[in-house]
Structures are given as structure tokens and as C-alpha cells.
């Protein structure tokens, strides 16, 4: 009897949820850094709200254009550029000196990288590729998203607490790069379908 083989789609939604996993975390876990942020850059509650506000009102801005970006550049370059760029802008945050740097920084260049990187463009290429069973693949879609929400806040404020929220910010990077690393060997698997991906080809899936 021949093996049947796994879905390309299911890869494919591995692959998205490896990589929304810290991203949709790392755009909840802003609580956390609040006190320790205020009192380093001696800014007020009123300074770090604006650029909290900022950055998601951008984020917002951004998905879009993520969007359209995957469209006319391809997934893996759109989401292998975000992944670079968020990447830096979470190492730049951690060094940051003043209001303005941070809000340049994180007001600007992390929801820039959180857009290219998150749910959104995930769940448009993951409805591709199914059918019947597109309701199931986003639903363990928006749960890895979820998923990283519930995890990522405790383990932040662990890390504050014990290594200051500078450190946390690189930790963060490092997470983001490792999860990027292994959403692309996940995509790989099953035939190489993360060049199916990258193609963003519709399938008659499940």
C-alpha cells in the first residue's frame, strides 16, 4: 500500500505559525517594559504611550502595504526582508537613548517588521492553499498566534526581572531569527514546499 503523503498546505501552515509565533508576542508584550523603559529614558507615562499608540496606529498602516508587497515580491523575500528588519529594529530598541530614538525605533521600524512578519499575510497565503478544510488551517493558525501571546508575556517579564529589558529586546531578536530559521526548514520539508510557497500558488487542497 502506498504512503500517503502529508498535504503541501499543512507545511505551509506550520511553517506561518513558526513564524507569527513571536511576532503577534512581541506586539502584546509591551507591559512589561513600561517601568523599567520610563525610568532608563526618563520619560514620562504620557512619552511611552504615545509611541505605543504610534506603533500600533502604524502597524495598522503597514499591513496593507505588507500585503501588497507579497503580492508583487513574492512571500518568502517579503517575509524574509521583515523578518531582517525586525530583527534590527529589536536590537536597535535595546539601544536606544532618548524619546526620540524610541520612537523612531519601535513607533516606526518594529510595526514595520511586525506587518511583514505577522498573522496577516499569513492567514491570505495559508486560505490558498485550502478548500474544504480552510476554516481548520486557520483556526491552528490564529492558535499559534495565540499561543505566543500567553508565552511570550511571562517570559518577558522573567527576563526583565532578572536580565533588564535591554538584554530582553536582543533575547527577542535571537528568538525571532531562530523562529524564522526553523519556519523556513518546516516550509522545506515534504518536497521542498516552501518554493511552493514562495510562489504562492492556489491549490485544490483539503
Known amino acids: 500500500m502506498a504512503r500517503r503523503s502529508v498535504f503541501y498546505g499543512w507545511w505551509v ?8 509565533f513571536p511576532s503577534t508576542g512581541i506586539r502584546h508584550a509591551v507591559g512589561p517594559f513600561l517601568k ?6 526618563d520619560l514620562d507615562r504620557a512619552s511611552f504611550s504615545l509611541v505605543i499608540a504610534l506603533s500600533l496606529l502604524l502597524y495598522g498602516v503597514f499591513m496593507p502595504l505588507s ?3 507579497a503580492d508583487r515580491f513574492g512571500v518568502r523575500l517579503s517575509a ?3 523578518t531582517l528588519l525586525l530583527v534590527a529594529s529589536l536590537v536597535l530598541t535595546a539601544l536606544v537613548r532618548n524619546f526620540w530614538e524610541f ?12 506587518a511583514a512578519t505577522g498573522p496577516v499575510i499569513a492567514s491570505g497565503v495559508v486560505a490558498r492553499w485550502f478548500s474544504k478544510r480552510r476554516g481548520t488551517a ?8 495565540m499561543t505566543g501571546m500567553s508565552l511570550l508575556v511571562p517570559a518577558v517579564t522573567w527576563l526583565i526581572i532578572t536580565q533588564g529589558w535591554r538584554t530582553t529586546y536582543i533575547v527577542i531578536g535571537l528568538v525571532v531569527t531562530k523562529s524564522s530559521q526553523s519556519s523556513q526548514r518546516t516550509g522545506r520539508c515534504s518536497h521542498n514546499a516552501w518554493s511552493r510557497l514562495a510562489e504562492m500558488r492556489p491549490s485544490n487542497g483539503p
Open 13 to 20: 501552515v506550520a511553517a506561518f505559525s513558526v513564524m507569527t
Open 36 to 41: 523599567p523603559i520610563v525610568a532608563d529614558l
Open 67 to 69: 500585503g501588497m508587497a
Open 138 to 145: 486557520l483556526s491552528v493558525l490564529g492558535s499559534a498566534s
Open 80 to 82: 524574509s526582508a521583515g
Open 103 to 114: 520612537a523612531v525605533v519601535y513607533g516606526v521600524l518594529v510595526p514595520l517588521g511586525l
